[in-house]
């Protein structure tokens, strides 16, 4: 056998074993979007009867400030510090479903090119019923990881708009709440 015969059969055997960890990878997927859609539908319950849980707790956050922290510069710096933290929970949160829109389509493309080469060595040796069973899983990995995609990346629209509502609200309350107590400061003295 030749060298580069040798390479051919080396990637060949590697990438039909990267078979079996694309499909648990795409199961795996699949039970997590199905957790993510979950969270997203008790998100989108409590938005719709008017609740938004990252609000009313920096609502709090800005009682207990207001009432523990005389100095308005302590104040200020403390309340934009948790505006950021809060911000970069929310990106965070959003990256967790941002990442299966990639990740979808690529698991699902490496299911489909994978079993076709496998599907394809079988047809050279004439099997025709593995290669129809192989040709199966390659169109079935692509819709699964597709789907996966689209799903994450409708609920990643709502929640990049949610994100964007909820920090605009954050910086109202931040504003109005510095606002009020710089003129009671200013009453005070």
């Known amino acids: 056998m030749n060298f580069l015969g040798f390479m051919e059969t080396f990637l060949y055997v590697l990438s039909s074993a990267l078979l079996y960890p694309v499909i648990l990878g795409l199961i795996f997927l699949v039970f997590w979007i199905l957790f993510l859609g979950g969270e997203f539908l008790r998100d989108w319950a409590e ?47 959003l990256d967790r479903v941002r990442s299966i829109v990639r990740i979808g389509p690529a698991l699902g493309l490496l299911g489909t090119l994978i079993p076709m080469g496998i599907a394809l060595a079988q047809l050279a040796k004439g099997n025709l019923p593995k290669m129809a069973s192989h040709m199966v899983t390659a169109f079935t990995t692509t819709v699964i990881g597709l789907a996966c995609g689209v799903l994450a990346y409708a609920m990643t629209l709502v929640k990049e708009r949610w994100i964007k509502e909820t920090l605009t609200s954050l910086e109202y309350l931040a504003d109005k709440t510095l606002l009020e107590v710089k003129k009671k400061n200013e009453q005070i003295s």
Not at 75 to 84: D, G, N, P, Q
């Open 47 to 93: 938005r719709r009867n008017g609740l938004n849980p990252v609000v009313e707790n920096f609502k709090k956050f800005l009682r207990e400030l207001v009432s523990r922290v005389s100095d308005f510069e302590e104040l200020e710096t403390e309340v934009y510090k948790r505006l950021k933290d809060t911000e970069i929970l929310l990106i965070k949160d």
